[in-house]
């Protein structure tokens, strides 16, 4: 059976083919067994259709020719194809201009595997007779093609089932009879050892076999197997009849014919056991099974060593113990970060344990297949000497690819240590170090890990020495500890150097934004400095996993000193600081005395200092939580009891601070809350006056640098995710170790797709893939998005969310080619590590830029100068009155910014113009000279200043009337007001780098009256201005577009709810004023009681009841607020009669309100206040279109429709001045209003209310007349009918 | 005594805690207060007495978002014509002054909160104070 992969058989067998077909100038296929489809079917094929040889196939049960051949071994020639009844496929033959066929049995060592078939089209001749030994002879090729790569597939498998690793032996011994079994294609094979102290053969496995008697134990040189042991040499019996030293008890006498392939397993030169195979017939093994089982045998030996070796360790009990003690002594070295001093130690227990005169020990860096120099040496050497280089032809460099250790008696006799070598120049090198050193014997040790070589031991004697197996196994197991102690500490040191580079990064990343610990003590002394005398203080910082003390900051006679000292803390009898710390409480000394006798220096730490006591010394812990982080101490020299009590608070919170600070400083972690991030922000970058911040390719760039320190990133990608448009693109990627341009397609945004980025993004989890399988089956190519990728699939997959908070920023991936499960525990952590401190520093970068582009302005001025500050907020203010201004209309605009700028400008000399983009004129949109108001003609842009700062978008500043009048003197300007003026500042207003207008604020007199400030104030107001402005702008635009009802109606719903909400809260204000308006009063009682000479308690108890149940009123009030109200059933009549009545009360006695209404109107369903709300919006329609006097008349009734519908019809006129025909279709439209300080939504609400409730507005009007509303609503009847 | 006690004034206010508070707060100044809590009652009251000064409210029924009720009597008040004052205390907003003052002829429109500010007292008193003084 073909058991190697389909694809590398076809792979093999297509230039065979090839060959064939040119050979026999003919069509050729060769069909074999196809294991997963458990059919035969074309492996390889010339001169056929593809069709064909794609469809064509045969189930081994079938009845064909080929199943036939198959099963009988036989060669068949096919001479007519369309007379053969057992042909399957006739048509295609046909098609195919096929006449004959031959078809010739492909075998594997006598068993048959396939088919070789070749095809004879209808215009050839052939002579089978003579053709048929060269097709013979080109299927024995084909078989050993065939053969070969089911060798290659079987040693292949085999190496690795008996290589995993083993700890019992008869469980290896099954797994190399097993692996014999299948490379040799045989049932019967043994497994012997050499065992005990003769020698003796021991069977440790065999396969049953009926002809053998199962013989368990053959003396050394009994036996083929013991022949073999005693030999050495493998043996392949044809016929073991030929073999007199064939002895009877192994096989069963009966079996005449019986073939044998035996092999000795070696193990360093010494026979340890024999494999023996032997199957019916003769000849059953030839010199290519007995490679194949040479190098199972070499397998096996390996393997069973390895299993000695762990076996041994068990048995001697000497070399053991010693062992034990070296393993203590390593593992504990293991803690040691230094390779180097764990080398030496090792080196050091070697000398001991092996008895040697010197050691030298190099160590050996796999990586760069460099020697790390110098070596360790522990001994006396006779000759100082200094290794540089070493050189190819050195013991060192020839030893350290040996796997075993050389022992070697005499050194004079190997020329490794005895012959000259080439390489050195100077005198040293060039005599041996065995005869400088005077050694006699030494033992090369490898120290390799996994195979590999780390390092190589010299053990040196300066006598001779004999190396007893004992002696020998001891030091074998020594380098084996060995190494086992230094991979250990090299992977303690390759942690340690993770996590440095790990907080490197996080401190790179995020210093950016936050103030380091010495700016934040800083910041702690300068503000302490003010409340309290600094020039004796100190901060000690207290680290509670090392417990060290160290000073940061100090300050002596108000000098800053640099204390660098560390002092580890015990906590000693009378350290001030430390007993801070212990107590956790603040420490006051007021007296010299006490402070002598606690020991005092200005320098912590110094214990018999000469100088100076202090009188009075003070200590505060910085406490967070129940931790301490360090201690603020201050001191003086001049007076005793200097710190009072408020000192003490004072430091003490300032200590907090400190505390909080600092452990924010510390745990950027907390950065996670975006709030505290943001204010933190904000903060910061007041305080911040400049300072580079890393933009975010330069972000991913330090992900990409760093984590190339950690990872393996010759796969490696960063993705970002836009939230909003649901796009995941590339930023950087590296693809087999080359960076890739993103900007190329593929890398470019993608939407909404179903990848695995996409996929992280959306479950906010790693994706981890192990396989090669499992990458397949998720879909893969090393340029994202590339669905037909057909080339080499990865075989391990990560990546990981960059989150912060709920946000996913993007992804961060990385994966290797040919290795499953690469990525172990802390590559994950480590890459989740890497993605977090990304996504924490895209985000600042971000935020920061945020606040930066919207406060840019703003902070510069708070920055610059505080007494701005008073004048900025004002302009903030400023802004968002503005802001909140779109409706307004230009005019009012203009009126707007200029009542209110007064605050921080001079209004009255100032003006607003507008540049009309389309027909290039300059408007004065108001003007102000000397606090009048003046007009000054709109133009054609010309070259006045207004349009030198249209033209260049820059302020202009003029400190100067002489400067001013300078200024227009340059060719071609124009004053075109005829007044040069004295101080001048303008400011171009801009939307998005257009310039819509100017802003200029002047005085006709006075020089410098501005400053920079005040231009920069300008240019802020006038960015305000120009952005409301804009929006005002295309508010108007809107509002002509916003007609389209259709769309407004969609904004009812909620708008709806809010609007009546709106109408109860008017009534509920004035409830409220009911309930609560009283409490006043009541206080008033109670104070003028109290201010009595006696006060009478029974009254002032009185009035509190009075307020308790006020109280208690309104939150009652608050709870009916809070359900919406229903339909109910309401009576027009007493709605507009109370309409009427509240009509009159808010109006002037000249406007005559009149009702007429019929008694009997049938109730409407709606809800009362919404109803009342869209009449009322009618009837002050009509009295605000009266303008002085005049009527308003109101008349309701009931209207029956010709199809017998109940409506009832009201109808309200007044005698306004009616409206207009433009307005007409416009006076519904949302938000559109005549009158100033309306929002305009009142009828376009009321036509939605009584639309709500099936009826319909419509109204007449007559310019200078009035106007009249006709409203038609269904009465309560009519909807309970229509349900 | 001053002429304060003998001046007599009716509390027109459907709302307990105002007619408590008035009452309280003016007897204290030595009037003689009567309070009445609906228009009926305050109508009987109008119409079979006379008041040197009246205080009232506009809605007297609470829950009716369109009742002036305060407003007819404030008519009924004046259409007798003896010179008494009339005071009308609202928990409307200040937008109903002119009609009030103009149209109804109220001799003076207080707001039971005033916007931005709270019932004061003291100026309560003295407007009342300044109002009876007029009469005299």
């Not at chain 1, 073991?240 to 030293?245: A, C, G, Q, S, Y």
């Not at chain 1, 939230?723 to 190329?744: H, P």
């Not at chain 1, 939307?991 to 207008?997: P, Q, S, Y």
């Not at chain 1, 802003?999 to 410098?1008: G, M, R």
Request: include cysteine; proline fraction near 3%; aromatic fraction near 8%.
């Amino acid at each position: 059976m073909i058991t190697s992969k389909q694809s590398s058989i076809k792979q093999f067998l297509a230039p065979t083919v090839e060959v064939i077909s040119q050979v026999l100038e003919l069509p050729v296929s060769i069909w074999l067994f196809e294991q997963t489809k458990k059919q035969y079917r074309i492996f390889a094929s010339i001169g056929l259709s593809n069709e064909y040889v794609d469809l064509a196939f045969l189930d081994p049960n079938e009845t064909s020719v080929l199943t036939n051949v198959l099963n009988t071994g036989q060669t068949k020639y096919v001479t007519d194809i369309q007379s053969e009844k057992n042909w399957k496929y006739k048509s295609e033959a046909l098609r195919m201009n096929l006449k004959s066929a031959v078809f010739e049995p492909l075998l594997i060592k006598k068993r048959i595997v396939g088919v070789l078939d070749i095809y004879i089209p209808k215009n050839k001749d052939f002579l089978f007779e003579e053709k048929k030994h060269i097709i013979k002879s080109l299927a024995n090729q084909i078989s050993a093609v065939l053969r070969q790569i089911n060798n290659l597939t079987l040693l292949n498998e085999v190496n690795l089932y008996i290589s995993t690793e083993l700890k019992k032996s008869p469980d290896l011994f099954d797994r190399i009879m097993q692996s014999a079994q299948k490379v040799l294609n045989c049932e019967h094979v043994s497994v012997f050892l050499v065992e005990g102290e003769n020698n003796d053969l021991v069977r440790k496995a065999s396969s049953p076999s009926p002809s053998d008697l199962q013989r368990e134990r053959f003396k050394s040189g009994e036996g083929l197997a013991g022949l073999v042991a005693q030999n050495g040499e493998s043996l392949i019996v044809s016929d073991v009849r030929d073999f007199p030293e064939f002895l009877p008890g192994m096989f069963n006498p009966d079996v005449e014919e019986r073939s044998m392939l035996l092999i000795p397993i070696k193990l360093d030169n010494n026979i340890v056991g024999v494999i023996s195979a032997d199957m019916d017939g003769l000849g059953g093994f030839d010199e290519q099974d007995n490679i194949l089982l040479e190098v199972l045998a070499m397998q096996a030996g390996i393997a069973i060593q390895n299993v000695n070796l762990f076996q041994k360790e068990h048995t001697q009990a000497l070399a053991l113990s010693e062992l034990n003690r070296i393993a203590q002594q390593l593992i504990a070295i293991e803690e040691s970060s230094d390779i180097k001093n764990l080398l030496k130690r090792i080196a050091e227990v070697a000398k001991k344990v092996l008895n040697a005169d010197l050691i030298e020990l190099y160590e050996y860096n796999t990586k760069k297949k460099k020697f790390v120099l110098p070596q360790i040496t522990v001994g006396e050497k006779l000759k100082t000497s200094f290794i540089e280089e070493i050189f190819a032809d050195n013991a060192v460099w020839q030893l350290i690819n040996y796997p075993d250790p050389l022992f070697e008696e005499n050194v004079k006799n190997n020329p490794i240590f005895a012959d000259p070598y080439s390489g050195g120049k100077g005198e040293n090198s060039q005599e041996r170090f065995i005869i400088r050193e005077k050694i006699k014997s030494t033992a090369a040790i490898p120290i390799r890990i996994n195979k590999e070589s780390i390092g190589l031991m010299f053990a040196n004697y300066r006598e001779y020495q004999t190396f007893s197996t004992e002696k020998k196994e001891l030091i074998q197991l020594f380098a084996n500890q060995a190494a086992i102690a230094i991979k250990n500490a090299r992977l303690y040191n390759e942690v340690i150097r993770r996590r440095q580079i790990l907080i490197e990064i996080g401190q790179k990343l995020t210093e950016q934004i936050y103030l380091n610990e010495k700016e934040i003590l800083d910041l702690i002394y300068k503000q302490a400095s003010k409340l309290i005398d600094t020039s004796n203080m100190s901060i000690a910082l207290y680290d509670e996993k090392t417990n060290y003390i160290h000073f940061a900051l100090a300050y002596l006679f108000g000098r800053c000193v640099d204390i660098k000292e560390e002092i580890e803390w015990e906590p000693r009898k009378g350290g001030k600081t430390e007993q801070v710390i212990k107590n956790k409480k603040y420490l006051l000394l007021s007296t010299k005395r006490a402070i002598k006798k606690r020991g005092f220096s200005p320098i912590p730490g110094l214990e018999n200092s000469e100088g100076k006591i202090a009188c009075s010394w003070l200590g505060v812990p910085m406490l967070l939580g129940n931790r301490v982080l360090g201690v603020i101490a201050n001191h003086n020299y001049d007076y005793e009891h200097y710190y009072s009590k408020d000192d003490i608070k004072i430091l003490q919170a300032l200590a907090n601070q400190a505390g909080i600070a600092l452990e924010n400083s510390r745990l950027y972690d907390n950065l996670k809350n975006l709030n505290n991030r943001q204010k933190a922000l904000v903060e910061i970058s007041s305080k911040l006056t400049s300072g580079i911040r890393l933009k975010e390719t330069e972000i991913y760039e330090l992900i990409y640098e760093e984590a190339s320190k950690l990872l393996n990133m010759e796969n490696f990608s960063i993705a970002l995710h836009d939230q909003e448009k649901n796009t995941v693109w590339f930023v950087l990627a590296s693809v087999k170790g080359e960076r890739v341009d993103v900007t190329k397609p593929g890398w470019g945004p993608r939407e909404g797709g179903i990848g695995k980025t996409e996929t992280i993004i959306q479950n906010k989890k790693k994706l981890l893939l192990q396989t090669h399988e499992e990458v397949k089956n998720r879909g893969f190519s090393p340029t994202p998005g590339d669905k037909d990728y057909k080339g080499e699939m990865a075989s391990s997959w990560l990546g990981v969310p960059m989150i912060v908070g709920e946000r996913v920023l993007g992804v961060i991936a990385n994966y290797c080619y040919g290795q499953d499960y690469y990525f172990k525990k802390d590559d994950i952590e480590i890459m989740q590590a890497l993605a977090d401190q990304a996504a924490i520093a895209i985000d600042n970068t971000r935020l920061f830029i945020q606040l930066e582009d919207i406060n840019k302005e703003q902070w510069n001025l708070v920055n610059q100068l505080e007494k701005v500050n008073r004048r900025q907020d004002l302009l903030v203010s400023f802004g968002s009155q503005l802001g909140s201004r779109i409706r307004y209309g230009e005019t009012e605009l203009f009126n707007f910014i200029h009542e209110q700028a007064h605050e921080f400008m001079d209004t009255d000399n100032m003006y607003i113009a507008i540049y009309d983009n389309t027909n290039d004129i300059v408007r004065f949109g108001l003007a102000y000279k000397n606090g009048e108001k003046i007009e000054i003609p709109s133009r054609k842009a010309g070259r006045g200043r207004t349009e030198e700062i249209i033209r260049t978008g820059e302020p202009i500043f003029i400190a100067t009337r002489k400067e001013s009048e300078e200024w227009y003197k340059q060719p071609g300007r124009i004053d075109y007001i005829e007044d040069p003026l004295a101080s001048w500042i303008g400011v171009p207003m801009k939307v998005e780098n257009k310039v819509i207008g100017v802003i200029a604020s002047y005085h006709p007199t006075k020089d410098n009256l501005y400053s920079k400030n005040d231009l920069e104030i300008l240019q802020s107001m006038a960015d305000l201005a120009a952005i409301t402005l804009e929006n005002a702008r295309l508010y108007r635009e809107l509002d002509e577009k916003i007609l389209e009802l259709e769309k407004a109606q969609e904004k009812i719903a909620e708008s709806q709810t809010v609007i009546t909400r709106t109408s109860i809260a008017a009534d509920f204000v004035h409830r409220l004023n009911n309930l609560a308006g009283t409490i006043p009063i009541w206080v008033d009682q109670i104070s003028d009681n109290l201010s009595t000479d006696i006060p009478n308690f029974d009254d002032i108890k009185k009035y509190l009841d009075k307020i308790q149940s006020n109280t208690d009123g309104l939150l009652r009030a608050a709870e009916q607020l809070k359900a919406l109200p229903q339909p109910q059933l309401v009576d027009i009549k007493d709605t507009l009669e109370a309409l009427v009545r509240q009509t009159r009360v808010q109006t002037s006695e000249k406007i005559e309100i009149a009702l007429e209404c019929t008694e009997t109107l049938q109730p409407i369903n709606a809800i009362a206040s919404e109803l009342a709300n869209a009449l009322w919006t009618i009837i002050e329609n009509g009295i605000d279109a009266i303008s002085d006097e005049g009527k308003l008349f109101l008349k309701a009734m009931p209207f029956i429709e010709k199809d017998g519908r109940e409506w009832i019809k009201i109808q309200i006129t007044d005698s306004g001045k009616g409206i207009s025909k433009e307005q007409m279709d416009k006076i519904f439209s949302p938000f559109y209003t005549t009158k100033t300080g309306h929002l305009g939504y009142g009828l376009w609400r009321a036509k939605n209310i009584i639309e709500k409730l099936k009826g319909n507005i419509k109204f007449e009007s007559q310019e200078g007349k009035g106007t009249t509303f006709f409203i038609h609503l269904p009465s309560s009847m009519e909807v309970m009918k229509n349900g | 005594m001053d002429n304060k006690t003998k001046a007599s004034i009716l509390v027109v206010d459907d709302q307990d805690n105002w007619r408590e508070a008035l009452t309280d707060l003016l007897s204290n100044e030595g009037y003689t207060v009567k309070s009445v809590s609906c228009f009926d009652d305050a109508k009987y009251e109008i119409e079979q007495k006379q008041f040197n000064l009246y205080i009232l409210d506009i809605r007297l029924v609470d829950t009716d978002v369109f009742n002036i009720q305060g407003l007819e009597l404030l008519r009924l008040i004046k259409e007798k014509n003896v010179g008494s004052k009339v005071v009308i205390l609202t928990g409307y907003a200040e937008s109903i002054r002119d009609g009030v003052l103009d149209r109804y002829k109220a001799d003076a429109l207080i707001l039971k909160v005033p916007e931005r500010s709270r019932f004061n007292s003291k100026e309560f008193i003295k407007k009342i104070q300044e109002l009876l003084q007029d009469k005299n």
